[in-house]
Nanobody, 123 residues
Framework: QVQLVESGGGLVQPGGSLRLSCVAS????????MGWYRQAPGKQRELVAS???????TYTEVAKGRFTISRDNAKNTVYLQMSSLKAEDTAVYYC?????????????????WGQGTQVTVSS
């Protein structure tokens, strides 16, 4: 079984910073593309940023200039450093990953989600 576990969310004041982490664990052969999404109340889940295994990054408009995505392949971990946070960044942040796992000596590709971590930006 493969799972993603996020951490690092919390309450922060406007203008503050947070660092989210997401660790992939289980029977993992390889972790490929990883990404962060968020979902605010009453809104659809949206992509924030993504990173390939070779650390090529993509940012959406909500993240450009304020957020930085990075990863540690040795630890199967992806990070999201968020700064200059605004009230509109309040959301549940989800980690997503394309994972190769071994099942009965065969490699299977899975797309999996974490359980989410709440980020609240408020004074």
């Amino acid at each position: 079984q493969v799972q993603l576990v996020e951490s690092g969310g919390g309450l922060v004041q406007p203008g503050g910073s947070l660092r989210l982490s997401c660790v992939a664990s289980g029977s993992i052969f390889s972790v490929n593309d990883m990404g962060w999404y968020r979902q605010a109340p009453g809104k659809q889940r949206e992509l924030v940023a993504s990173i390939t295994r070779r650390e090529s990054t993509t940012y959406t408009e909500v993240a450009k200039g304020r957020f930085t995505i990075s990863r540690d392949n040795a630890k199967n971990t992806v990070y999201l450093q968020m700064s200059s946070l605004k009230a509109e960044d309040t959301a549940v942040y989800y980690c997503n990953a394309d994972v190769q796992t071994m099942i009965r000596d065969q490699i299977h590709e899975l797309n999996i989600w974490g359980q989410g971590t709440q980020v609240t930006v408020s004074s």
